[in-house]
């Protein structure tokens, strides 16, 4: 029977307890150990397994023990894993270690003092986690300050210090110095930002990063993880020991993400093997250093739903994890420039620009390079290559895959709808009821010019384009006929009154601009000649105007005809 695939765990014990299906990342521990790195801060978009990965590496280090102080041996959790075959340069570290695990994605919160509750309640937790140590506790101050920040109570000022704090104390019980493991720790700060108390939440993050992490005489060394290097903001101020490991740099590159060999491992576990290309167009694409990765919750997601149901289409799974709202910013904001540019991702083409790596939140829109560099770093754009000149680095950057293609294309579709809601269509209704075949065209022209086309320019984005235009004027009922073969115009506008008028809409894509007029000829005489307003004269309709419409990339045409 073979092994379930685990959709949502993040703790690596139960994975390994429940017998789940386990893509083995522990040679990461051997590669930290390596490293011997004081304080190392590891950068990966979402989804890319950092909670994982940090849960292992607390069974790895840690000597537990329970509320009652005795010891619980984890070291069977990584048999057979590859760390157990290292030797015991690496194994000699296995379980000597007290170790300091938080979260702060609980402060994904409205305001500040609910994301302080959030946090305040995570430090409480881990305190809890560390209950035994009130048993050696003489009464005292220190044993009166523990049990205030276990019991969750206390003010901003006792928490500021409290992970330092709690380092010391497990150092002097357990004669070891404490690893601290620190998981999305910029997710305060994202949240922060876009929520207005960024300042507040910042100087929070601050004083506890730099109490804990900053001359910590009681610290071993520390793993922080998150999407972005947060440098200017000042929360790893002075800290001399830390190592970044960004997606740019070498280190760690096959730790997080699925490499080919795992995929295809995967794949044929579940005897899968033949989605190979499939799984490779959707979700591969990602460079971590030189090493080519999936991402792996949409590996995972995927064949779950394949071995659920073998036709199963792929899904954007990683788009429904989180707002994507960075994408929205980016259309949103676009000039004309960055819509060429955008146009060109779609399309399949890159783009290049300069990369700097500690991009903060608060500099995303000082520039549209700064907004494409967050883009990158967190995981919707891919390096396609790189150049130096002089002291910039450049990066030719890419669309990943088609997972991520889809998130700009809906992201693109969602904001033309809200535009066009928001656009007065009056010109347009008055130039196409009053035959002015010119002012028809040049307003389709300058919508055009001012949308983001992901269809290349093909015949079924113009009509789209155009059908969501007339759509929105309410004053007509807008039937699309293109899927229903010879004998019907592509578009139908019936004016919502008895005896009222109606509008055909024929249209043409052409290849060059000499051949646009000469297109607009044509498409009025196939109105003629498939003979398209009979059935709407015999509706009622006493006016019928007839349209030959064509496009150029972004220019349109229409040339006028009626019959009443």
Partial sequence: MRKAIPIGYEDFREMIEKDLYYVDKTLMIKELLDSAGKVNLITRPRRFGKTLNLSMLRYFFEAEKGTNGAP????????GLKISTCGERYLSHQGKYPVINLSLKSARQPDFDRAFQMLRRTIADEFRRHAFLLSKLTEGADCERFRL??????????????????????????GRKTVILIDEYDVPLENAYFRGFYDTMSDFIRTLFESVL????????????????????????????????SILSGGYSDSFGFTQEEVTETLSYYDLSRKQDEVRKWYDGYLFGEQKIYNPWSILNYADAVVMKPDAFPEPYWSNTSSNS?????????????????????????IEKPVHEDITYGDIYESQDNLWNFLFFTGYLKKAGERREEEFTYLTLAIPNIEVR?????????????RVKQQDMTPLLDAIENGDSAAFGEFISEQLAESIS?????????HGFLVGLLKSSGKYEILSNRE???????????????????????????????????????ALRQIEEKDYETALKSEGYREVLKYGVCFFKKGCIALYRTDE
Avoid at 72 to 79: G, K, M, P, T
Avoid at 219 to 244: H, P, Q, R
Avoid at 406 to 418: D, N, S
Avoid at 496 to 509: P, S
Wanted: charged residues 30%.
């Fill in 484 to 522: 229903s073969g010879s004998g019907r115009s592509d578009i139908i506008m019936k004016e919502q009154k008895f005896r009222g008028r109606a509008v055909i809409l024929e249209l043409k894509v052409a290849r060059s601009y000499s051949e646009m007029e000469e297109l607009c000829h044509k």
């Fill in 72 to 79: 619980a041996d984890n070291s069977f959790l990584f048999n």
């Fill in 454 to 462: 992901f269809f290349d320019y093909a015949e079924n984005y113009y």
């Fill in 406 to 418: 889809f998130i700009y294309r809906q992201t693109i579709l969602k904001w033309f709808e809200k």
């Fill in 149 to 174: 920040l276990m019991s969750g109570q206390g003010e901003l000022a006792d928490y500021a210090d409290a992970l330092a704090f709690l380092s010391r104390l497990l150092s002097e019980e357990c």
């Fill in 214 to 245: 900053k001359t910590n005489p009681h610290l071993e060394f520390a793993v922080i993880t998150g999407c972005l290097w947060i440098s200017k903001e000042s929360i790893f101020t002075g800290l001399n020991n830390l190592k970044i490991h």
């Fill in 326 to 350: 960075i994408i929205q910013e980016l259309v949103e904001r676009a000039d004309l420039e960055t819509r060429s540019e955008i146009e060109r991702l779609v399309a399949g083409e890159t």
